[in-house]
């Protein structure tokens, strides 16, 4: 499965903006997509993910009320809206995907494909 993430850009603090993932290739019941981010100097984290089949959705403390993602299935897609943008959640911006079990939704090595970044800047 290929990804291609897109939507990255610069927004004032207080912002939203909303990523984008398509996916190319077949996808299983147990395929999960996953949002991580990277900012400069620091490790990748995650941010959120969402299960292919079930919809189940997973997501970081640090942006939980703030963030939401989803899926369109018919087109592949996955989306990260993200409100309430704060300074900190400047960073490079990486979809992932794989088949993945329960616990090894927030661990990146676990995920087997990755789409380019994208950069969202938070302006303060």
């Known amino acids: 499965v290929q990804l291609q993430a897109s939507g990255g850009g610069l927004v004032q603090a207080g912002g939203s903006l909303r990523l984008s993932c398509a996916a190319s290739g077949r996808t299983s019941s147990s395929y999960t997509m996953g949002w991580f981010r990277q900012a400069p100097g620091k490790e990748r984290e995650f941010v959120a993910a969402i299960r292919w089949s079930g919809g189940m959705t997973y997501y970081a403390d640090s942006v939980k009320s703030r963030f939401i993602v989803s899926r369109d299935k018919p087109k592949n897609t996955v989306f990260l809206q993200m409100n309430s943008l704060k300074a900190e959640d400047t960073a490079v911006y990486y979809c992932?995907?794989?088949?993945?079990?329960?616990?090894?939704?927030?661990?990146?090595?676990?995920?087997?494909?990755w789409g380019e970044g994208t950069l969202v800047t938070v302006s303060s």
């Open positions: 992932a995907g794989g088949n993945l079990i329960l616990s090894s939704i927030w661990t990146s090595t676990a995920y087997t494909s």
